[in-house]
């Protein structure tokens, strides 16, 4: 049984950091692409950023470009999103989630598994 479970979400000031994390358990973690959406309330979910299975690919959503960074650690099963200079807009629940193709992709559609989520409150 495939498990994502995200940690590290809260409350901060703009201009504030977190550092998301995702635990993978019940697969083969380097063989998947890992991805980290966000919901924010009434919204839809977009995508933020993704990594490659071997971390060489990265895409970012660009209103976070130059602000957070995803990471990934294969032989711990884990995935970061290192979140910097926090903006009231980026206050979402955010999402881990796994591919398992070989490119990586922006679209929700393309992820197999999803975590239950972790809450980011981001205050003016």
Known sequence: QVQLVESGGGSVQAGGSLTLSCAASGLTFS???MGWFRQAPGK??????AISRNGGRIDYKDS????FTI????AKNTVDL???SLKPEDTAVYY?????????HTSRLNYDYWGQGTQVTVSS
């Not at 839809?44 to 950023?49: D, H, I, M, S």
């Not at 976070?64 to 602000?67: H, L, P």
């Not at 990471?71 to 294969?74: A, G, K, T, V, Y």
């Not at 881990?96 to 990586?104: F, K």
Request: glycine share 4%; charged share 30%; hydrophobic share 40%.
């Open 31 to 33: 063989n998947y692409i």
């Open 44 to 49: 839809e979910r977009e995508f933020v950023a």
């Open 64 to 67: 976070v470009k130059g602000r």
């Open 71 to 74: 990471s990934r650690d294969n």
């Open 82 to 84: 290192q979140m910097n």
């Open 96 to 104: 881990c989630a796994a591919d398992r193709t070989l490119v990586v």
